[in-house]
């Protein structure tokens, strides 16, 4: 059973930059695809940004430009580099991981995963 935990959130100025760390442990790497996803309380789960097994990456559309998600096996950790972060990105961060592959269509929907991490929270505020 693999597991992941998240870390590397916490709180910056609009326009500042976080980067946040999935350790993955419990499986070979190299078998998951896997992604970020965010929730605020009482909304819904957001696809963040996803990454297959060879790097083909997808990204929603409101982070575009702004984050950038990679892999490094070598480390059997999951990145996510967040840019030019502005209030609305403040939430929980998840990261998330499917054994296989995926269609890129369904890559950002979290039903998807069948294993999660804890979360680690962003706040971006001045």
């Known amino acids: 059973q693999v597991q992941l935990m998240e870390s590397g959130g916490g709180s910056a100025q609009p326009g500042g930059s976080l980067i946040l760390s999935c350790t993955v442990s419990g499986d070979i790497f190299n078998k998951y695809f896997f992604g970020w996803f965010r929730q605020a309380p009482g909304k819904e789960r957001e696809g963040v940004a996803t990454i297959s097994q060879s790097g083909r990456t997808r990204y929603e559309e409101a982070v575009k430009g702004r984050f950038t998600i990679s892999r490094h096996s070598a480390q059997n950790t999951l990145y996510l580099q967040m840019n030019s972060l502005v209030p609305e990105d403040t939430t929980i961060y998840y990261c998330?991981?499917?054994?296989?592959?995926?269609?890129?269509?369904?890559?950002?929907?979290?039903?998807?995963?069948?294993?999660w991490g804890q979360g680690t929270q962003v706040t971006v505020s001045s």
């Open positions: 998330a991981a499917e054994q296989g592959s995926l269609p890129a269509i369904n890559s950002l929907l979290g039903d998807e995963y069948t294993s």
